[in-house]
């Protein structure tokens, strides 16, 4: 037996705002009533003693040290650039008035 009718998934397109075909009425209830079913199978299952978990990894917020390393000086990323104004790097202004 179908857990979910096509009337039903019309009356949620109807909820969310969706235009749905006939045919996509029958495909998605069809689809939905899969779901429903799996989820049925997934609550029967017995889980008695079994200690609920949120994340089987014991290991919490693996990081790397941080390690200082040599980087471009102002000067050296500035002369790549296509064009720095006042020890920065000029972009062409997309927003607003100029400032």
Known sequence: MSQISRDEVAHLAR???????DIELV?????LDAILTHVS???A??????EPTDNPLKQVNV????????CLTQQQALA??????AG???VPQILGESQ
């Open 15 to 21: 909820l969310a705002r969706l235009a749905l075909t």
């Open 27 to 31: 495909s998605f209830a069809g689809q």
């Open 41 to 43: 199978q997934i609550q």
């Open 45 to 50: 299952v017995d889980c008695t003693g079994v």
């Open 63 to 70: 990081t790397r040290p941080d390690e200082t390393t040599p």
């Open 80 to 85: 790549e650039a296509p064009e720095a104004v």
């Open 88 to 90: 920065r790097f000029a």
